[in-house]
């Protein structure tokens, strides 16, 4: 059985540029969802999809935003980049909203 | 907002048990205690969750005190490896994870 893999690994982008950074859900996962990480601090909720629909959402801006495609793989687009967004953007994928299986995530450096 | 609070940091040596405590005293009854690990530029790992009773598997067991309002995640054998950021979390099962900073755990030889 194959794991979260996130992409790409590492990223670095220009303020006010804008990004997409990818998730594939393990095998026979049906939920997804995105976490920020900034240095130091515990992950933060973003969203999360569950057949294809957004399922919940935590306390960001409407430029976060994301998709879930019928093979249950994922998107998280940020627009207007900005420095603090800057962070570990983690990918977890579950079956029926029960037990998180996280990627190793994606280290976008805004510049 | 995390419901759970954590000491910062512990040390443990190696090949001793770790014992690694979570408050919760505003755990409602349908919330289980979840305990995830993220070892440094790794994404989280599941490690155990409970209800009431206390739960054992290969990494680990969760003794969760009769009352719910507060939990201890032990590690009986420390190694090396187990060095990382422990965060206990309360969710309904089917709820998003919230995570709040955790207690890094240092084993030292």
């Known amino acids: 059985e194959t794991g979260v893999t996130q992409s790409p690994t590492h990223l670095i982008k220009t303020r006010g540029q804008q990004v997409t950074l990818r998730c594939s859900s393990q095998?026979?996962?049906?939920?997804v969802s995105w976490y920020q990480q900034a240095l130091g601090q515990g992950p933060q909720f973003i969203f999360q999809y569950y057949r294809e629909e957004e399922n919940g959402r935590g306390n960001f801006p409407p430029r976060f935003s994301g998709l879930q495609f019928p093979n249950y793989s994922s998107e998280l687009n940020v627009n207007a980049l900005e420095l603090d967004d800057s962070a570990l953007y983690l990918c977890?994928?579950?079956?029926?909203?029960?037990?998180?299986?996280f990627g190793s995530g994606t280290r976008l450096t805004v510049v | 907002d995390a419901k759970t609070t954590q000491p910062p940091s512990m040390d443990c040596a190696e090949g001793r048990a770790a014992n690694l405590p979570c408050n919760h005293s505003?755990?409602?009854?349908?919330?289980?205690v979840y305990w995830y690990r993220q070892i440094h530029s790794q994404g989280p790992q599941y490690i155990i969750h409970?209800?009431?009773n206390n739960e054992t598997n290969e990494m680990a067991s969760l003794i969760i005190t009769e009352d719910r309002k507060s939990s201890t995640l032990i590690l009986p054998h420390a190694t090396l490896r187990d060095t990382a950021v422990y965060y206990c979390i309360v969710r309904v099962n089917t709820d998003k994870l919230i995570f709040g900073t955790g207690t890094r755990l240092q084993v030292f030889p």
């Open positions: 095998s026979g996962h049906n939920t």
């Open positions: 505003t755990i409602s009854g349908n919330e289980y």
């Open positions: 409970g209800l009431k």
């Open positions: 977890a994928s579950s079956l029926e909203l029960m037990g998180y299986t």
